[in-house]
């Protein structure tokens, strides 16, 4: 998550550099765990989970046919 400097709290970070995609399945080769958190008919919001289950970090896309294709029905990197 970003920090919003001017209101001082975390903040989701959208359309990250590489795609959604490249993000979630990095976290999870390098033994981090991905799920679902929200998902409406054009977005997407994950959160990124480290080994001992804490939630480190969130990204959020658009609903895109590559993000559709990865996911397969899928809500974690468990599935």
């Not at 989970?49 to 397969?72: I, K, W």
């Amino acid at each position: 998550m970003k920090i919003d400097p001017k209101k001082g709290y975390e903040r989701p970070e959208v359309d990250p550099p590489g795609g959604i995609v490249e993000v979630l399945s990095r976290w999870e080769d390098s033994g981090g765990q991905w799920r679902i958190l929200k998902m409406s008919e054009q977005w997407v919001t994950a959160g990124l989970f480290s080994c001992a289950g804490d939630e480190m970090s969130r990204v959020t896309s658009e609903r895109t046919t590559t993000l559709a294709h990865y996911l397969a029905g899928r809500t974690s990197s468990h599935d």
